[in-house]
């Protein structure tokens, strides 16, 4: 009974909610929500990683980790939220990004990584208000171009022979989907600027009668290139994302998926996963800087 006791108090220690500083690039501090339990497993994680760990080696640890949307939705003032134990697959994309880069930089603390995640999740890597974080991904691939962190493969155009036209609307037409929009009616239009910002740029991607297990795609789909699934869907630019892992029978994706509840490699083909979805129309593939 003494044991089972230590062992509830243990759980509920480590999945207890903190606070603490994390300072930006620009010096600014920002309040940071996390369990003790992400704190242990970001260290554990950098401690054991090999020097050559990249995106397949982080997300890797991932794999049966539940899905769970909202994740970063938990206060009303935006601050970051570091959720290692429960992921969608933007958190899955962000946190294993964080990883590498902490890795890539021979840095092994938690405040490393959270002062990537704060780069990356956030517009110039300046963490305001909600408006500061990066909600399309082709805003966040277009941010994190810009800052040096990854690149968009857009060749050859033997497979990347389909273009994207953005015209970007869906959060400020759909703003009681969000809990920050509903209660903050003023950041609305500043939405809605970013999405302006945002349509009428293009970009080419492989549509998804391209994504074959053919010697091309090979040629321009790395290991551990992020998935950006393109979509047909009003309003919005990207349906999915993921981790491009090649195994003998074509493309896999490594994702945390709505489907299976959890953070899983499909079992099928990226080509076969995107034929069960007429809304995906293709992807594009952003990789990260060496």
């Known amino acids: 009974m003494v044991k089972y006791y230590l062992a509830s108090l243990l759980t509920l220690l480590l999945v207890a909610v903190s606070s603490v500083a994390a300072t930006t690039d620009n010096g600014k501090q920002t309040d940071t ?3 003790a339990a992400d704190s242990v497993f970001v260290e554990t994680a950098l401690s054991k990683a090999p020097a050559d760990a990249g995106e397949i080696y982080f997300a890797n ?13 938990v206060n009303d003032s935006e601050q970051l939220v570091v959720n290692t134990r429960q992921l969608d697959c933007t958190t899955l994309v962000e946190n294993v990004a964080a990883l590498v880069l902490c890795s890539r930089s021979g840095e092994r603390s938690f405040k490393a990584f ?46 990347f022979t ?15 989907a969000y809990k920050a929009l509903a209660g903050h009616p003023a950041f609305v239009p500043v939405i809605a600027s970013q999405e302006k910002k945002l349509t009428g740029k293009k970009y080419r991607f492989i549509p998804k009668d391209k994504v074959d297990g053919s ?3 090979r040629q321009a789909v790395h290991d ?23 195994r003998k029978d074509g493309l896999h994706l490594l994702n945390a998926s709505q489907l299976h509840k959890k953070v899983v490699l499909e079992p099928m083909t990226l080509g076969e996963y995107l034929k069960m979805h007429p809304t995906h129309t293709g992807i594009r593939v952003v990789r990260c800087k060496k």
């Open 33 to 35: 929500a996390y369990s």
């Open 215 to 217: 010697k091309a795609l």
């Open 114 to 159: 959270r002062e990537k995640l704060i780069r990356l999740r956030y517009r110039n890597g300046v963490l305001t208000d909600y408006t500061s974080r990066l909600h399309y991904f082709s805003d966040w691939i277009d941010d994190k171009n810009a800052m040096g962190l990854v690149s968009e493969v857009q060749a050859p155009q033997t497979v």
């Open 61 to 73: 640890l991932f794999l049966g980790r539940p899905y769970v949307a909202h994740t970063l939705e």
């Open 162 to 176: 389909a273009v994207q036209t953005l015209d970007i609307n869906f959060m400020s037409t759909h703003t009681k």
């Open 224 to 246: 551990g290139d992020i998935i950006a699934i393109t979509c047909s869907k009003p309003g919005l630019d990207i349906a999915h994302l993921g981790f491009a892992v090649w």
